[in-house]
C-alpha cells in the first residue's frame, strides 16, 4: 500500500537531472512573471504581481508537463494553441467598455496577461533567453511607452 502512495506522489517526476531543468524553468517563469507583474502592480492595474506570475509559472507547467509524460510535438502544439485561447478568455475579462463611445479600459492589461503566457510557454519549451529577452521588451512596452502615450494624448486635448 505504502508503495503504491510513493508511486502516485512521485508520478511525472524525473530523474534528477531533469528534475533541475524543472525546477529551474519553474524558477524562471516566476521571475519573469514577477518582472511583468511587479511593473503592473506600480502602474496600480489590477492584474499584478501575482496575477503574472501565476499565468508565467501555468503555462511553464502546462508545457513541461505535456513533454514529460512523452506527449508528441502536435499534441503539445495542440495545448500551446489551448493555452493561447484560454488566456483570451481572461484577458477578454479584463477589457471594459465605458459609457463614452470610444473610451475602452484593460485592453494592454489583456495584452500583458497573453504575453505574460507567451513568456511562460517560451519558458516552458526551454528557450529560456528567448523568454528573457521578451520579457525585457514587454518591460520597455509597458514602463517606458506609456509616456510617450500620454504625451500624445495631451496634444490631442
Same mark, same amino acid.
Given at each position: 500500500?505504502?508503495?503504491?502512495?510513493?508511486?502516485?506522489?512521485?508520478?511525472?517526476?524525473?530523474?534528477?537531472?531533469?528534475?533541475?531543468?524543472?525546477?529551474?524553468?519553474?524558477?524562471?517563469?516566476?521571475?519573469?512573471?514577477?518582472?511583468?507583474?511587479?511593473?503592473?502592480?506600480?502602474? =496600480?492595474?489590477?492584474? %499584478? *504581481?501575482?496575477?503574472?506570475? @501565476?499565468?508565467?509559472?501555468? #503555462?511553464? /507547467?502546462?508545457? $513541461?508537463?505535456? !513533454?514529460?509524460?512523452?506527449?508528441?510535438?502536435?499534441?503539445?502544439?495542440?495545448?500551446?494553441?489551448?493555452?493561447?485561447?484560454?488566456?483570451?478568455?481572461?484577458?477578454?475579462?479584463?477589457?471594459?467598455?465605458?459609457?463614452?463611445?470610444?473610451?475602452?479600459?484593460?485592453?494592454?492589461?489583456?495584452?500583458?496577461?497573453?504575453?505574460?503566457?507567451?513568456? =511562460?510557454?517560451?519558458? %516552458? *519549451?526551454?528557450?529560456?533567453? @528567448?523568454?528573457?529577452?521578451? #520579457?525585457? /521588451?514587454?518591460? $520597455?512596452?509597458? !514602463?517606458?511607452?506609456?509616456?510617450?502615450?500620454?504625451?500624445?494624448?495631451?496634444?490631442?486635448?
Amino acid at each position: 500500500m505504502s508503495e503504491i502512495l510513493w508511486q502516485e506522489l512521485t508520478y511525472g517526476l524525473p530523474d534528477a537531472t531533469q528534475l533541475i531543468h524543472v525546477i529551474v524553468r519553474l524558477a524562471a517563469a516566476t521571475v519573469l512573471g514577477a518582472i511583468i507583474g511587479i511593473q503592473r502592480e506600480q502602474a =496600480g492595474k489590477p492584474a %499584478g *504581481l501575482r496575477t503574472h506570475i @501565476l499565468v508565467a509559472v501555468g #503555462t511553464t /507547467l502546462f508545457v $513541461i508537463a505535456c !513533454a514529460g509524460v512523452g506527449m508528441s510535438l502536435e499534441g503539445q502544439s495542440r495545448v500551446i494553441q489551448g493555452i493561447a485561447t484560454g488566456i483570451g478568455f481572461i484577458g477578454a475579462g479584463a477589457i471594459l467598455k465605458l459609457s463614452e463611445e470610444r473610451e475602452i479600459q484593460g485592453l494592454t492589461t489583456a495584452a500583458g496577461i497573453w504575453m505574460t503566457a507567451a513568456i =511562460g510557454v517560451a519558458v %516552458g *519549451l526551454g528557450s529560456l533567453g @528567448l523568454a528573457l529577452l521578451s #520579457t525585457a /521588451l514587454t518591460w $520597455i512596452v509597458l !514602463a517606458l511607452l506609456v509616456r510617450y502615450e500620454e504625451r500624445i494624448a495631451r496634444k490631442h486635448r
